[in-house]
């Protein structure tokens, strides 16, 4: 498509993208945001509090142009399904090494050219006092920024807000994540996840712990 976005990155195919955009104006949906100007990221899918999140994210990004990739089980990458799934975008990663799941998936950004890895660090649908830290730590361990994907439910926008190289400075990136999401509205608002991470709180409580005495 010679009108196409322009991304350093993995791209949608072209009937991909017409498709999409279809099914958004159907939908009443826009497509917002500047591209990735890195071909490999952490795409902060955010807030998740419907199961609509997931296919609304991917035709807003098809629409931009931008292909996610997603993690999935290793077994769902054997036949017959291998093709499909791989063509959509799922990464295999053995999730019985749960402890070693932030190094599989740099072991992946390792091993590609590009990728835009679609995480949502909400972690679940209904409310939780914190988001999941798995994805800071992919993105750190495997030295990639974030793509700071959102979907509007008010205003019917979804997209990207822009990059962020984390610091590992825990609380600077979270206000800055904080700043960025503060008025992106899910479906259920009363459903959205508080964007802090427990390692906040264990940092609070260190610095805490000298005054006490």
């Given at each position: 498509?010679?009108?196409?976005p322009t991304?350093?990155g993995?791209?949608?195919?072209?009937?991909?993208?017409?498709?999409?955009?279809?099914?958004?104006w159907?939908?009443?949906?826009?497509?917002?945001?500047?591209?990735?100007?890195?071909?490999?990221?952490?795409?902060v899918?955010?807030?998740?509090?419907?199961?609509?999140?997931g296919p609304?994210?991917?035709f807003?990004?098809?629409t931009?142009?931008?292909?996610?990739?997603?993690?999935?089980?290793?077994?769902?990458?054997?036949?017959?399904?291998?093709?499909?799934?791989t063509?959509?975008?799922?990464?295999?990663v053995?999730?019985?090494?749960?402890?070693?799941?932030?190094?599989?998936?740099?072991q992946?950004?390792?091993?590609?050219?590009?990728?835009?890895?679609?995480?949502?660090?909400?972690?679940?649908?209904?409310?939780?006092d914190?988001?999941?830290?798995?994805?800071?730590?992919?993105?750190?361990?495997?030295?990639v920024?974030?793509?700071?994907?959102?979907?509007?439910?008010k205003?019917?926008?979804g997209?990207?807000?822009?990059?962020?190289?984390?610091?590992?400075?825990?609380?600077?990136?979270?206000?800055?994540?904080?700043?960025?999401?503060?008025?992106?509205?899910?479906?259920?608002?009363?459903?959205?996840?508080?964007?802090?991470?427990?390692?906040?709180?264990?940092?609070?409580?260190?610095?805490?712990?000298?005054?006490?005495?």
């Open positions: 498509m010679s009108d196409a991304h350093a993995p791209r949608a195919p072209w009937f991909g993208q017409l498709f999409s955009k279809f099914v958004l159907l939908i009443g949906w826009k497509a917002v945001g500047s591209m990735p100007s890195v071909p490999k990221a952490l795409f899918a955010s807030p998740h509090t419907t199961l609509w999140d609304i994210m991917v807003v990004a098809w931009l142009g931008v292909r996610l990739s997603f993690i999935t089980k290793q077994e769902a990458l054997r036949f017959p399904f291998k093709t499909f799934v063509y959509f975008g799922g990464i295999g053995d999730r019985s090494k749960s402890n070693d799941m932030v190094s599989q998936v740099a992946r950004f390792a091993e590609r050219e590009g990728m835009y890895l679609a995480v949502a660090p909400d972690g679940t649908r209904k409310r939780a914190h988001w999941r830290s798995g994805f800071y730590h992919m993105a750190r361990k495997a030295d920024p974030l793509v700071l994907g959102f979907l509007d439910y205003t019917k926008r997209g990207i807000l822009g990059e962020y190289t984390l610091t590992g400075d825990m609380k600077r990136d979270m206000d800055h994540l904080r700043a960025v999401y503060a008025d992106v509205v899910g479906k259920f608002p009363d459903q959205h996840s508080v964007i802090r991470l427990m390692g906040e709180d264990e940092a609070d409580a260190a610095a805490a712990a000298p005054a006490a005495r």
